[in-house]
């Protein structure tokens, strides 16, 4: 599958270098969103948060190099997969680091950019779709929740919890 060109993706390309440095960012935004949450220390947490910094980038090297052309995120799984399989050394020391590490605390920086990473072609769409979006969203977000909501009550009859 051939990159994607100029015409068709407003997202500029960026080296895995500058990825690295912005994961540096995400990594300190949540080690402070570790220590507010859950109220683990910093210092208890960093080993596990630079378990999962080497993984990503590894996985973002991966992405750049192999001649099989997958998202990052599918390379980042696979690379995370294959260090915590049980017959891979260190791979206890591993998921014990990374037990350390508040996933929900991740979830901040994560969602921080993903709001401020909307493109102008986002935006013009979302202009173009009109008033008739709102209602779509608002009826996706009312039936998940909802969904949601059944399902957990569907689950705590069934284990006697209400």
């Not at 109220?39 to 190099?65: H, R, S």
């Not at 909802?146 to 009859?157: D, E, F, N, P, Y």
């Amino acid at each position: 599958m051939a990159e994607p060109s100029e015409q068709t993706s407003n997202r500029p390309a960026t080296s895995v270098l500058e990825q690295a440095l912005l994961l540096i960012v995400v990594v300190a935004i949540a080690l402070v969103g570790n220590r507010i949450g859950p109220d683990n220390g910093i210092l208890e947490a960093l080993p596990g948060m630079f378990i999962l910094y080497v993984i990503t980038v590894v996985g973002l090297l991966i992405t750049k190099y192999a001649p099989l052309r997958l998202p990052s995120v599918a390379w980042i799984a696979l690379v995370a997969t294959i260090m915590t399989l049980p017959w891979v050394p260190g791979s206890a020391w591993i998921v014990e680091q990374v037990s350390r590490v508040d996933f929900l605390a991740l979830a901040t920086p994560v969602l921080a950019y993903a709001g401020l990473a909307i493109s102008k072609r986002e935006i013009e769409t979302f202009t173009r779709s009109g008033w008739r979006i709102v209602i779509v969203a608002l009826a996706v977000f009312i039936g998940t929740f909802v969904g949601s909501a059944a399902i957990a009550h569907i689950v705590m009859r069934l284990q006697g919890l209400i």
